[in-house]
Every structure is written in C-alpha cells, then in structure tokens.
C-alpha cells in the first residue's frame, strides 16, 4: 500500500515536472507566487503551516524540474492582519512581478480586491474573503477555490439528513458560531435550507473569543438539537467540548467548519475529542500521498522548510491544496499557451482545471469561468481518537439555494 | 504663526516636497506609504486636538473614523456628490463623537478612557450586526469612484493630491488653532477645568466643540481613507486596535505637538512594513535560512524596541525629539556657549 502511494506522489510530481529537464529549470525565469499573510497576528494559528506546505511544494516541484522546466518560487511576507501594510505588500510584489497572490486573512483580502480586480491579477482566497467571489462572472480574478461557508454549511446540513434517514422536517439543528462576520456569513444559507426542509434552526451566538460558551451550551441543553453546527475557531472548540461535556450533549454531534485541527484535538484531549465531527475539502492525516513524500523526501532528512510539527497538522494539507491548485493552474496555462506565463493565461488556466484532486489531497475541483470555487464539495470526517476517519464522500449539495444566494450577494458588486 | 523662521522654512520645504512628491517618489511610495501617511496624520491630528489640546483621553476614535465613512459612502451611493458626502460623513461623525463629550463632563482621565473604549465596542457590534450598514453578510461595503468638482478621480496622483490637500487643510487648522481664543481656552480646560471655568472659559461648551471638531476630522479623513486607499470599508478597518494605534501615534508623536503627529504617524503606521522589508532584504542578502515565522516576529520586537528607545530618549514624544535637533543646530557650532 505505502509503495503503492509513494508510486501516486511521484507520478504527481512528474506531472507537476512533466518533460522538462530538472538541471534546466533553475536556469529558466520563475513562477512567482506572493504569499502576503498574517505570520504575527490573528491568522497565526494557520499561516505558519500554509506558508510551509506552500514552500515545501516549491523545493519538491522545483527538485523535480519545476513546472514546464520553470522553477517556482515563493515569497513570504508578514502583513500582521493590518490592511494597511496587506495593501503594501500587494503593491511591492505586483511591483516585482508578482501576480499570484494569496492573503490568507478576511480583512487584509478585501482591502486588495479592489485593486486586484482593477490591475488584473491572481486573486487566489480559499476559506478567506467574500463568499460570492465563487461567481467568476462578477469576480474574474478572484479564485476561492475550495468550499464557500455558504456550501459547507449547506453541505453540512445535507450530511445530517443523511444521518437522520433521509427526512429533516421533525429535526431540530442548532448553529453555534462566533457573532461576527465569518461566524454570522453561514446563517443566510442555513435559513433557506431550513425553509426548503421542514427543520428548526436554532442559532447560538457566542462573542469573541469563544471563550465564554457558558449560556449558549445551556439553551443547548434545554433545546435539544440533533445537531449542532459549529463555526468557531481554535480555543473556541476547546471550550466548547468542556462545555458539552458539562452540559450533557454528545460529542459525536458536534459538527465543526474546516477550522479545527490537531492542536485544537490535543488542547481537548485525543481520547475525549472521540466522535467529533468536522467538515473539510482536504483528506486530514499524513497517508496522504503528497504528504508522506514531504515527510520521507524532506523531513526524515532534517531538509523541510519548517518544524515537522506543522507537517503533521490538517492546515498544512489545507496549504498543499491550495498550492497544489496554484502551481497546476500555472502548469496548464504554460502547457497550453507557453511562455511567458501572463495573468490572462493563469486565469484561462485555473478556469480549465477539470476534476483535480491533487492525488486523494482534498475534494476532486472543476473550476469553470462561472464556478471559480471549483464545484464546493467537502466531506464530514470523524475523529476516533488516532486519527479523522472520512463518513461520507466528497459532494456538494443544496448548490440551487446556495448559488441563490452568491448570485444575489454578487450582483451588488461593481468593480469602479 | 511659527515662533522660529527654522519650522517656517521647514513647513515651505515639505509643503513644496508634498505637491512636487509625484514627480520624485517612485509610485509603490506614494501610493502605498506617503498616500497613508498624509490621511492618518490628519486623522493623528484630529485626535490630537481632543487629546493634546484639550486632554481628554480618548480610546474610540476608530469608531469615529468608521460613523465618517461608512455614512460618506452611504451618500455617495445615494447618488450625493461627493463634496457633500464627505461633509455629511463629517457631520455625521460629529453628532456621533459629541456624545462622547457628554461622557467627558462626568468622568475624566482613565475614566473617561474606559467610556470610549466602550463607545468603540458598541461601534464594532453595530457594524457587525447591521447588513444594512456594513453592506451585506460579507460585511464590506465599496466604496464609489471618488469624484471631486466634477472629476472622476482614479490615478494614484489624484488620489495622492486629494490627500495631501486634506492634511494641508487640516494641518493649517491645526497651526491656527494654537494661537487663538478657541485654542487656549482648550489648554485651560485641560490643564485645570474648574480653574478654567472660574476664569470664565465655560469648560462644558468647549469641551464639545473639541469632540465635535475632532469628530468632524475622524469623519471626514475616515470617508477618504476609503475612498482613496481601500476603496472598500470593512469593520476591520476601524477595529478597537486601530484606536490604540491612533493613540500611539499621537502620543509617541507628542501630545500636542502639530510635527510631532507627522512623525508619530511614520513610526507606527509606516515603521513596521519597512522594518518588516529591511530584515527580509537583510536575511536574503546574508544568505540566511530563517523561518518564516520568525522572519515575521523580529520586526515586532524591532518596532517595539523602537519605540520604547524613543520614548526613553525623549518622553514627550518625536516632536520634542525634533525640537532639541533644531534648537541644537540652530546654535551650532556655538552650543557649546549655552553650556
């Protein structure tokens, strides 16, 4: 089985590499991605792990050829959350020839798409930014490729019914999340779907941090939902599995966003953290193909990027995911049009990515001029106290009543 | 209006360096640095007057900045020229901010900090529970192309220009404001409020024009640090932190202290990207591997340092700083004749 995906992983990186000569490629001009992300701040707990993979991939493409003989390389820059200086770094890096960028934090992705939009660069945001960038018609150069909230929570909701047999209308489902924008963005879609199936939504806000959980957990209790929802991050889910434990609700009903990872596991405890559920577009684990290269490749010989401890945490697979997608969309487009490799070529490229799905790294993605997000479909996993065991497979669902939505949110945006 | 031909020089020289600073900075500056510069320390200076002036501590002005804005482009979608947009913002911000004065007449000094404070955080939950305000679940608002006198304004000149005049503007009231009636009945109020009133400065009544002022300021440079720089307003944008950093930078800067604003702004705005730039350049040129985390944590202890160094050398701030540089030069080579 291992040689069997040690097989899979090289055979990404020859098609990563495809025919170009590896003593070439750092003779050939490269392929530059900006990674402007918040390493100090708010963000901290996942760009350290992002940032890695993302550079990790580059040493491994560019040791087997870089894409189409050009290596590829990525520059770090540290924003800290601010704006302000996610602007600078956008216009240093445009300024060196930099039009991949990616900026890993809400705020600092909607001070530069305006201007990302207007100069006609690579707006990649997977997990970060406005949901409707999804609709490439009104966003041309944003690629949130990867699931929306808006489809995960949907998703989400889909995966229940399943559990329930089938029928949500006596289901009761509660929505536990932070009362601010990213936590409050789900609620829209979750109230459609509650409409269109019969189930009672109860919403559970909690204030920032997440750190106090105490009343939310106990109009939980009282109501009884047959799930809960949650969109909280790091702390947040710690707390709330005291909170369950307390409160007498199971933890296998606990359905987390994306944003729960191994630290947040080990900070519950692995054997208590058991059954918890969490929704994702990446595999989690280091079987991963692409993974256990990196760790045999690199880490086994003290060359990786960055502290194997990160290797070993879902955001790093979440980064290989999102760069991944980056380096086979710059890999179609000099495949198809040559060099050099344009903005224009990039964006004809990711917008022809057809049932990627990096070697069983995340959720197979088709991402066309009108569905820059690449199709939303995720997957519940379960933790069983070692590892996160896939429950359902990869799907999207509800997309009518979520693209509704996008389409709605979409049609407010003019570019000026 | 400046005490030493020195700072009148000194004024003339930027003023000319300001409106030919299109011609001379490469644009990755003028847009990215100068254009931020100019519009925060209007902002600083704004703040300054309520705090340097008339010493009332104040930790909500991102709030005041955030009623500006988001009321500016509120208009300005309506369809209202932008002219008027930006003075609704303005006034908008005013109503807003003289509610805060209403608080400084009871409490004062730490107590008065935490008011704000609290102003703030009703600010950042209206914003993130209001759609209607804060422009959707998305919580970003765009802003219209900004128009003035009836010309669309987009190149990074414009944008510069529009800028740089408003600090001007704001600047000169500022200069003004310290030599007359208005600005020293604020140096009464905050030096002793009841000595003030028996000297008949009736301390309630300035007390608000200073928070209304200011107010105004917040407002009007908020609105156009959206409609020049990020073109959307989010809630991030005027977040409590933002209010501490406005307050560092007038206090780094020096407490009423019209230069010392301009260089408070520099250090906390503009300081950490370009330490930020200087020891990722310094790592690569010295061939050194270092993580990108803590790549990304040196320029904070850096710019941390920085600022304690500074307010060790000189406690009242950059603008004290400047002032014993120029008072130093002026006598040179003959200091050594005051000693």
Known sequence: ?416 | MFKVPADRNLAVFFLLFGLGAPFIIPSLYLNSYMLPWLIWTAAALGLNLVTGWAGQLHLGYAAVMAVGAYSAIHAARFGVPWEFALIIGGLASSVIGSLFAFAALRVKGLYLALTTLAMQFVMDWVLNHSPAISGGSHASLQSPTLALLGQEITSDTGFYYVAFGWCVLVTIFMLNLKRTGLGRALVAVREKDFAAAILGVNSFYYKILAFATSSFIAGVSGALLVATFFFLAAPEQFSVNVSIQVLAMVIVGGLSSIIGSYFGVALILLVPGLVNGFVVVTSQSLGMQINVETLAHIPNAVYGALIVIILLIEPLGLGKLYGNIRDYLMVWPFDQLRK
């Not at chain 1, 006609?120 to 909230?149: H, K, S």
């Not at chain 1, 994702?280 to 960055?306: C, F, R, W």
């Open chain 1, 1 to 416: 089985m291992e040689l069997k995906q040690h097989v899979k992983a090289v055979a990404l990186a020859t098609a990563l590499a495809s025919s170009a000569a590896v003593a070439s490629a750092q003779a050939e001009e490269p392929i530059r991605f900006g990674l402007c992300f918040d390493l100090s701040k708010s963000y901290s707990f996942v760009s350290p792990q992002v940032a890695q993979a993302a550079q990790d991939l580059a040493m491994y493409t560019n040791d087997n050829g870089g894409i189409e003989g050009h290596p590829v390389e990525i520059i770090v820059r540290d924003h800290g959350n601010e704006p302000q200086r996610g602007v600078e770094c956008y216009e240093q890096l445009k300024r060196e020839g930099v039009f991949n960028f990616y900026f890993l934090s809400t705020p600092v992705t909607n001070a530069v798409l305006p201007r990302a939009m207007k100069d006609g660069n690579i707006l990649m945001q997977t997990f970060v930014g406005r949901g409707d960038a999804v609709d490439g018609e009104v966003f041309e150069w944003v690629f949130p490729v990867g699931p929306t909230y808006w489809q995960q929570a949907a998703n989400d909701v889909a995966f229940i019914k399943e559990q329930l047999g089938g029928n949500l209308e006596n289901a009761k489902i509660g929505f536990i999340y932070l009362d601010y924008p990213f936590g409050q963005e789900p609620i829209e879609i979750l109230k459609a779907i509650s409409e269109k199936e019969g189930f009672e939504l109860d919403l559970y806000p909690v204030p920032l941090p997440g750190s106090d959980q105490s009343g939310a957990w106990s109009n939980i209790r009282r109501d009884k939902p047959d799930y809960v929802i949650s969109w909280l991050l790091a702390g947040g889910h710690v707390v709330a599995s005291k909170e369950m434990r307390r409160n007498r609700f199971p933890i296998d009903r606990y359905l987390s966003v994306n944003w729960m990872n191994e630290v947040d596991i080990s900070n519950i405890g692995a054997k208590e953290a058991k059954g918890i559920l969490r929704g994702t577009n990446v595999a989690g684990g280091q079987d991963v193909p692409i993974v256990k290269t990196m760790l045999e490749t690199y880490y086994a010989n003290g060359k990786g990027s960055g502290p194997e401890s990160l290797v070993r945490d879902v955001y790093y697979n979440t980064g290989m995911a999102i760069y991944s997608t980056g380096f086979e969309a710059a890999r179609l487009a000099i495949k198809a049009n040559g060099w050099p490799l344009t903005p224009e070529t990039m964006k004809a490229a990711f917008e022809s990515i057809e049932n990627f799905d990096a070697n069983g790294l995340m959720a197979p993605l088709t991402v066309t001029p009108s569905d820059h997000g690449g199709g939303g479909k995720t997957r519940v996993e379960q933790w069983d106290g070692d590892t996160w065991v896939p429950m359902t497979d990869w799907s999207a669902d509800y997309l009518d009543v979520v693209w509704e939505v996008i389409k709605e949110s979409s049609a407010k945006f003019t570019v000026e």
